[in-house]
Structure formats: structure tokens, C-alpha cells
């Protein structure tokens, strides 16, 4: 696996969603860390605290955050806050172990530009990071360093500035960047999570389109609930969502801007349309229209275009989801009797079946690193997620339920995401709830998500998204 | 349009006639005295008292069983004595299969109830399908019971 690059790539990740005016700089190493001993052989720059997390289950790295320094008027303890932010993201993907702050020997108001090494040795930290905000006219800055304690070396040194309103987001990028050079591979914590919302009783249940940050924070429903909606998935570059709406009692594939709050129907069809999927370059949408008593895959351009017609079985063939290189598409059929997973070319042709276990294979989502496709399997009393290479071998159950339906990878493939239901104590539909539950593709980790209602049909963003 | 102009006339016609006729048994009773009272004939609350308005299917199927078949044709028959009315057949699933694939067997749901009452005569211009795939149980709960009665299609007039 390679080590961490030598430069992390601050301003052009910064994404899509509008972090107006937003900045990064690089921090030089403070002079006294200069006069740091350096490391004793080895790459210059690479980390000791870095490891292989390709590995079956590495213990977690052990970290200190203190709160960063500083503040605003508006929110005096904003550095504290910010670190908080970090903290949550790294301890949630089970993959470091934030220490205690009540087991820190030095403060962080005493803190200068150098840690106190022993200090930090004392308590078994490997990586510190430290961070101080200040008010910047209208904006804030917000410098962020990651010390690789070992060593005694400055890992990373960076400064953003932005409004202050974006102070989360950047927490999470900060937090990217020390998953990233701690573990020489991209986060995922800047990004975030389109749902549906579901309240009122089972059979009169009001369903809106959410979006939250990954971790929950910043939760906002984007429809209103007038109508059924369904299946939302990102664009994998733009503010889009693609995903189906009931509205005028005419079930279809819709097109949602992010932006705008604008939404269209994507292409007239005589059918119901739904299950749709970008595919990997965003130019492209797949999805299932009915007709007769099957449902056929498409593959459309996103202005509407018809582009060609992928299966033609007279069975159900839906939730195609493309692998990331665009060259293949994955989904579900009952062409075989019952639901199993299959793979054809993106052009529709080598069709082949590679779910071959007990039960009934649905919902095949192929990993951005396109290793794994996960899916869910049904069987009669439980249900199960579980994670296959695209050639059918390999398969791991990931997490199991009464109901656990319809897993969506992050960012950097690491972590799935799918909903879980309980069921119904009674026949009034007591005790029924829906939860976004995430798992680590090792099965380790189980999460349940903080949503303000019950959620179903989650769908992760891209990175910076 | 024309059907709810119907349907509002022949509401006004039954209140007229329970005006006209104050006896003072009709309340208390019920004996066989009583207006004539009950579903408007070619509504909705007709289709679903005397007809049967739903057709059920087993778990991952759409064929029609006997007694689907029989609801069916008579669905077919009080359709041929209303012919102003149109129908959507709405089809069901219970949640013991994917979001999606039961989207699509809903829709295959519907569409059986559909072609049967074609054959049956109804002009397939009287009709029309939707699918909600697991998304309107009529049953809230959480067994084979509840399951059984969400596995279906509904017909209701438009």
C-alpha cells in the first residue's frame, strides 16, 4: 500500500457546494520545530503513525485533538467546537482512537507553535493535532497542524479561510486530511447523505427528500411531502439528485437541482420510471421503465435523450448501478426465477449471473474502488447486507436484520450505509421505525445514523459534495 | 368529470328523499321500513361493498388466483353497467421484498388485474395502472396476516 504523497491537495478539493471565497495556504513549520531532531532514517516527510489499513482490523491510531484555540464574536468557542467536529469524524470510522482530553498534561492555552513532546509521549499519543481560529474581518481563519509525535514533526500545516458559516465543513475537511495522511488515502467526511424521510403511519406515511451533512448535522427535508418520492442518488459532479417522485399520480425519474430547488422529468416514457443512477462521468442516468409485465433498463442522456434500450427479458430487471470505470453495469432480475444479481457489459451485451448463494440477491452497488459490489439478500426471516467481488466470489455478510435493505459505499469505498426497519409489534403498527445504519466494510462499526424521523433509501455523496 | 357530476346529483336526490319522509322509525329501528339507503350504485363505495374492490396474490407472484378471477369478473360485469365509469388498478406488495423490484411487481400486479378485465370486455381505454410497490400497505403490521392482505390490487374509480 503507498505511503502518504508529500503534498495534500487543500484548495482544489474544496468542492462543489459553494464555499464562497474559501481558502487554503500552506503553514511553513514554525522555526522551533525546525530545530526538531529529525527523523532518523527512512523517507523524509513519512510518518510513523501512518498504517496499513488494507490490513484485516489495525488497532486504531491513538490521537490527540485538543480544542483548537480561539474564537469569534459570534461563537466564542468556535476552535472548541471545531475540534469536537474532527473528533466525532475520526473516533466514527473506528479507524483512530481520539484519547481523552482529561488525560492531556498540556493545555491547550499554553500551547505555542511547538508541542510539548513529552508530554504527548506520556500519554501514548502518535499524532496531535492542533489548531488555533480567529476572526478575519468577515470571515475566519482557521490554521490546523498535524504533528506526528514520535518523531517530533510537523505532518501538515494549513490555513482556511471562509465564512464562518462553513465552520463544520471545514472541520471535516480537516479531518480528511489527517484520515488522509495518517492512512495514505482520501476521507470521506466532507460529504453528505440524501434520504428519504418518512413520518405519519405506515399506511398514510409522508415521505420527503431530506439531505444531511454525513454526520448528521445540517439536516434539511427539500420536498414537502405532497408526493410519494423515492430513491435519491447524487450526481457524481454537480449539485443534482436524480430520483423518483409520484408527483400527479404519474410515477417517474426526476432530475432535482440543489441549487435551484428546481426539479424536471427526465424524458417521456409511456411506463413507470424508476431506479435511476448516474453513470460514473455524470452524463448519463440508468434506470428501469415498466412495461408489459417486466421492467427494461435503459440508459438515457441527461437531457432527456433516449440513448438505448440495455435488456429486453420480459422479467424485472432493476437497481443497475455502472462499476466506476463505466464499463459494466450490475442488476437485479428474476429472469432466473426468483432475484439474483447480474453483470453485462454497459452496452448491454455478455450478460451473466454472479449471486449464487442462498436466498434472493437485490440492490447491487458497485464500491468506488471497484473491488466489491454489496447488496442485499433476502431470506425469509432475515435479511442481510453483505459485499462480493464483481466476479461473485469473496462474499461477506456485513450486518443482518429483520429488514436492512439498500447499501450505498462513502466516498473512499470504506464505509456502506443502508436503512434498517423494525418491525411492528402490532397490527396498528406500533414499534415500526426506520434507521440509516453504517458499517464498515470489514462488518465492524455499526452506526446508527441521527436523523429527526424515520429514514429509508440513503444515498451517499461524492467527496467535497 | 361526468361521474362526479353523477355522483353529486345522486347524493342531493337521497337527502331530498330522506327529507320527504320524516317518519320517526328510520333512526331508531332500522326495520325493513327504512329509505332506501346504502352505496351510491356506480361509486366507489359500490365497487367496494357489493363487488369487491381488491384481488390478492401470493408472495412474489402476479397470477390470479380462482377467487381473484371471480372478483374480477365481477368488476368486469358492474363495469359493463356503468360504462361511464373509469377505474385505476392500483398494485401492492407487502415489504418482505426490495424498494425497487417491488415497484416493478406491483406494476405486473396491476397490469394482470388489467389485462384480465380487458379480456373480459372492458375497453382498456377505462382503465388505467399504477404501482406503489411497498409504499401503501393497507395493513400496518408485521405478519404473514398483514403481509397477505398488502400483497394486492386495488381498484378504485376515478
Not at chain 1, 142 to 152: A, K, T
Not at chain 1, 173 to 196: H, M, P, Q, T
Not at chain 2, 99 to 115: H, I, K, M, P, S
Amino acid at each position: 500500500m503507498s505511503i502518504i504523497g508529500s503534498e495534500f491537495l487543500p484548495p482544489s478539493g474544496l468542492g462543489r457546494r459553494g464555499l464562497i471565497a474559501a481558502s487554503a495556504t500552506t503553514l511553513a513549520l514554525p522555526a522551533a520545530a525546525q530545530q526538531a531532531p529529525a527523523p532518523a532514517a527512512g523517507k523524509p516527510g513519512a510518518a510513523s503513525a501512518v498504517i496499513d489499513v488494507n490490513r484485516a482490523r489495525a488497532a486504531p491510531i491513538p490521537i490527540a485533538i485538543p480544542g483548537f484555540a480561539g474564537g469569534t464574536a459570534a461563537n466564542p468557542n468556535l476552535g472548541r467546537d471545531m475540534a469536537a467536529v474532527v473528533t466525532a469524524d475520526l473516533a466514527n470510522c473506528g479507524l483512530f482512537k481520539p484519547l481523552d482530553p482529561a488525560s492531556f498534561l498540556q493545555a491547550a492555552a499554553t500551547m505555542g507553535d511547538v508541542p510539548k513532546w513529552s508530554d504527548w509521549k506520556a500519554i501514548g499519543a502518535q499524532a496531535l493535532v492542533t489548531g488555533r481560529v480567529q476572526a478575519s474581518g468577515a470571515q475566519v481563519r482557521v490554521e490546523f497542524r498535524l504533528w506526528d509525535v514520535l518523531p517530533e514533526q510537523q505532518i501538515q500545516g494549513t490555513a482556511y479561510t471562509t465564512g464562518e458559516a462553513n465552520w463544520r465543513r471545514i472541520s471535516h475537511i480537516i479531518a480528511d486530511v489527517i484520515y488522509s495522511r495518517l492512512l495514505g488515502e482520501k476521507g470521506y467526511f466532507d460529504s453528505r447523505v440524501i434520504y428519504i424521510s418518512g413520518t405519519g403511519p405506515r399506511n398514510r406515511r409522508v415521505k420527503r427528500l431530506a439531505i444531511m451533512d454525513q454526520d448528521g448535522a445540517n439536516n434539511r427535508f427539500l420536498s414537502d411531502g405532497s408526493w410519494l418520492v423515492l430513491t435519491p442518488r447524487f450526481h457524481p459532479t454537480r449539485d443534482e439528485i436524480a430520483f423518483m417522485s409520484y408527483a400527479n399520480n404519474r410515477p417517474r425519474v426526476y432530475i432535482f437541482d440543489l441549487g435551484s430547488g428546481r426539479q424536471r422529468m427526465l424524458g417521456e416514457w409511456r411506463g413507470m420510471t424508476f431506479a435511476p443512477r448516474f453513470s460514473p462521468d455524470g452524463g448519463k442516468v440508468i434506470l428501469s421503465e415498466t412495461r408489459g409485465g417486466g421492467s427494461n433498463i435503459y440508459v438515457v442522456d441527461l437531457d432527456g435523450g433516449r440513448e438505448a434500450q440495455l435488456t429486453n427479458s420480459g422479467a424485472i430487471d432493476t437497481s443497475p448501478c455502472y462499476s466506476p470505470d463505466g464499463s459494466q453495469i450490475v442488476f437485479n432480475s428474476d429472469r432466473g426465477g426468483d432475484q439474483q444479481l447480474y453483470l453485462m457489459n454497459a452496452d448491454g451485451s455478455n450478460v451473466r449471473r454472479i449471486s449464487f448463494g442462498a436466498g434472493r440477491y437485490a440492490t447491487p452497488v458497485w464500491s468506488p474502488r471497484g473491488d466489491l459490489i454489496a447488496y442485499t439478500r433476502l431470506g425469509g426471516d432475515a435479511w442481510n447486507i453483505g459485499v462480493m467481488h464483481p466476479d461473485g466470489s469473496g462474499e461477506r455478510i456485513l450486518s443482518q436484520g429483520f429488514a436492512v435493505e439498500g447499501p450505498t459505499f462513502c466516498p473512499n469505498g470504506r464505509v456502506i450505509m443502508f436503512w434498517r426497519e423494525t418491525p411492528a409489534r402490532d397490527s396498528r403498527g406500533n414499534g415500526y421505525s426506520a434507521r440509516l445504519v453504517s458499517v464498515d466494510i470489514t462488518g465492524f462499526d455499526e452506526r446508527v445514523a441521527t436523523t429527526p424521523t424515520d429514514a429509508t433509501d440513503p444515498a451517499w455523496s461524492p467527496l467535497g459534495a | 368529470m361526468n361521474i362526479k357530476i353523477l355522483g353529486a346529483f345522486a347524493a342531493v336526490a337521497l337527502l331530498a328523499a330522506c327529507n320527504q319522509t320524516p317518519t320517526p322509525t328510520t333512526a331508531s329501528t332500522g326495520s325493513g321500513a327504512v329509505a332506501p339507503s346504502g352505496p351510491v350504485p356506480g361509486s366507489e363505495q359500490d365497487l367496494v361493498q357489493n363487488v369487491g374492490d381488491r384481488v390478492f396474490y401470493a408472495f412474489d407472484k402476479s397470477n390470479l388466483s380462482d377467487e381473484a378471477k371471480a372478483t374480477l369478473t365481477r368488476q368486469a360485469e358492474w363495469l359493463k353497467k356503468y360504462p361511464q365509469v373509469q377505474v385505476q388498478l392500483a398494485g401492492n406488495c407487502d415489504d418482505r421484498g426490495t424498494e425497487e423490484y417491488n415497484l416493478a411487481l406491483g406494476q405486473r400486479r396491476a397490469n394482470a388485474a388489467r389485462d384480465f378485465l380487458v379480456a373480459q370486455g372492458i375497453a382498456a381505454s377505462r382503465i388505467t395502472t399504477i404501482s406503489y410497490g411497498k409504499d401503501r400497505p393497507t395493513a400496518m403490521g408485521d405478519n404473514e396476516q398483514a403481509w397477505a392482505q398488502n400483497r394486492n390490487s386495488i381498484t378504485a374509480v376515478k
